[in-house]
């Protein structure tokens, strides 16, 4: 007997493959970017039947609200035409359908294979410490601090690379009294 | 009387409804066309006119028959825009104003006089990570802008969207650090244990919630669009920008969610700098006076109003800058984002650290 928490667990990740397949058959790279943030935000749904808050608004507000919005940007800047990519009418429904096909195929096979996979997950933690700000934080800074660190040490590499990239554009001669 | 009316196994459900009729209503029933008023009167009365004072008393029904011209408008589409994005793009802008709007507390805890079997927060949603979720909404708002310039087809409101996603995205790294600084000093990122926090002590009062309050109000005017920094707009660049080709209640949707985002970041700037909806600084609380905040089953409401009263000064602060303050200008916008705020706000958060760790206290 499904119950609610099946119910929406299964219509998010339909949403979320259907919308995967959306971000990859789109023409246009707007439309792609607009699926693609859909996805993210049913994905953010998923953390939350999970009953991991915190990580939900994290997906939202890092990958919603702050990566995508540099992609929708960085399109809009550039104007993307459909014909200069190459991607002119985009793919055609029937791969979508074939896409979606072969998910279906994969999950059926998977389901064969391994009969628990579909079955009702494992109990969960405690729900009034898991996935709250306090618990999420504490395991980063002790048992996952090494891989916390690192992370933040190649997004500081990242950032000084675009800085030198963009300074040197920068120093390439321009007609003078042009603001960078 | 209202225990035999209301039966105590229906009463939190009746409880739970309430509050989200009464903050929606409130919200985009009152505060967003009273505000559209004020905005009108106060542009009058600086500008040195009267401001519209026609219909009903001081012309306060004015927004009443502005909305009901917005509806009845013939709704135009030029031709040559792109009809999905074009409709879907107002409709972003309404939604996440009023998914902000579920974990904004107006209240003090209460049993509404011992109704309740335990004490229930005057919030829709009593979220553990109100906060956050206030910012990772706020952070969607920006692609309604985005979508109505790049589905306008139309070069002036791709401009005037280009300039609002660089701008949104700049300011919210200020408004971010200006947060992380109050969640340090108050440990939480519900909004219920900031306000807590600050029962003797207001954040404005303290020297690093006094530097996030001065990064945090001109985020908060940059996060809304407003003057000075309403460059997306621009009439006289840009004619508008993103919403020039927008009519009828299609652009009613955009100018009512910028109302209703300046409500919500007011109430954040007042439950984040100013105590909520404590009565004064200093120990001066509603308990210090000698007032029950739960004595009867509508004795939150004295809070409440002192609350509302604190958001409608930064709503007026929102309408006073505007038609006070010229608009910056592009790059100028860019400098005191990224060159005076973030590091400001930087700076701010390792004093806040520091003084914890090593001075005991802020």
């Known amino acids: ?180 | 009387m209202i225990n035999i009316v209301l039966s105590a196994s229906v009463l939190p459900w009746v409880f739970f409804f309430g509050k989200i009729l009464f903050i929606f209503t409130l919200g985009f029933g009152v505060i967003a066309p009273v505000m559209i008023w004020v905005e009108r009167r106060v542009a009058a009365f600086v500008q040195d006119r009267v401001g519209p004072n026609r219909v009903g008393p001081l012309g306060l029904l004015q927004s009443l028959a502005d909305g009901i011209k917005l509806l009845l408008k013939e709704d135009l589409r030029p031709d040559e825009v792109r009809p999905f994005f074009f409709i879907l793009a107002p409709a972003l802008a309404a939604v996440p104003a009023a998914m902000a709007f579920a974990v904004v507390p107006f209240g003090p805890e209460t049993t509404l006089g011992g109704l309740l079997a335990e004490p229930a927060r005057l919030q829709i949603a009593p979220l553990n990570v109100g906060l956050l979720y206030v910012l990772a909404i706020g952070s969607l708002a920006v692609y309604s802008i985005a979508l109505a310039g790049w589905a306008s087809n139309n070069k002036f409101s791709v401009m005037g969207s280009l300039r609002a996603s660089a701008q949104m995205i700049s300011y919210e790294l200020a408004m971010g650090m200006a947060v992380v600084a109050v969640i340090l000093m108050s440990g939480s990122v519900d909004l219920y244990d900031i306000v807590k926090a600050q029962t003797n002590h207001w954040f404005i009062f303290t020297i690093p919630g006094f530097i996030a309050f001065l990064i945090f109000v001109p985020a908060m005017f940059a996060e809304t669009n407003r003057t000075p920094f309403d460059l997306p707009e621009a009439e006289a660049e840009l004619v508008v920008g993103f919403h020039t080709e927008y009519s009828g209640m299609k652009f009613g949707l955009f100018f009512l969610a910028e109302y209703v985002n300046m409500t919500t970041l007011s109430a954040m700037c007042v439950l984040f700098f100013f105590g909520g909806w404590e009565f004064l600084p200093f120990g001066l609380t509603w308990e210090g006076i000698g007032y029950q905040v739960d004595q009867h089953w509508f004795s939150w409401v004295i809070p409440f109003a002192w609350f509302a009263a604190k958001v409608a000064f930064f709503l007026f602060v929102f309408v006073w800058v505007r038609w006070t303050l010229p608009r910056f200008r592009y790059d100028q916008l860019m400098g005191l984002g990224w060159k005076t705020l973030v590091p400001i706000g930087i700076a701010n958060i390792a004093l806040v650290a520091g003084l914890i760790t090593f001075g005991g206290g802020f």
């Open chain 1, 1 to 180: 007997m499904p119950d609610l928490h099946h119910i929406l667990f299964f219509s998010f990740a339909a949403i979320i493959l259907f919308s995967a397949g959306m971000v990859a058959f789109r023409p246009r790279p707007v439309e792609s970017a607009m699926w693609l943030i859909l996805n993210f935000f049913v994905t953010a749904g998923l953390y939350v039947l999970l009953g991991s808050h915190f990580t939900a608004v994290i997906q939202v507000l890092v990958y919603a609200g702050a990566i995508m919005v540099l992609f929708v940007f960085v399109i809009l800047l550039l104007n993307l035409d459909p014909r200069e990519l190459g991607t002119e009418g985009g793919a055609s429904w029937s791969s979508l359908v074939l896409f979606m096909g072969f998910l279906s195929f994969v999950l059926v096979a998977l389901q064969l294979a391994t009969p628990d996979l579909l079955k009702a997950p494992a109990a969960l933690p405690e729900a009034s410490t898991f996935g709250s700000v306090e618990a999420a934080s504490r395991e980063l800074l002790t048992k996952y601090i090494w891989g916390f660190q690192l992370s933040g040490i190649i997004l500081l590499l990242a950032l000084i690379g675009v800085g030198l990239i963009a300074y040197r554009k920068a120093k390439a001669p321009q007609v003078k009294g042009a603001h960078a």
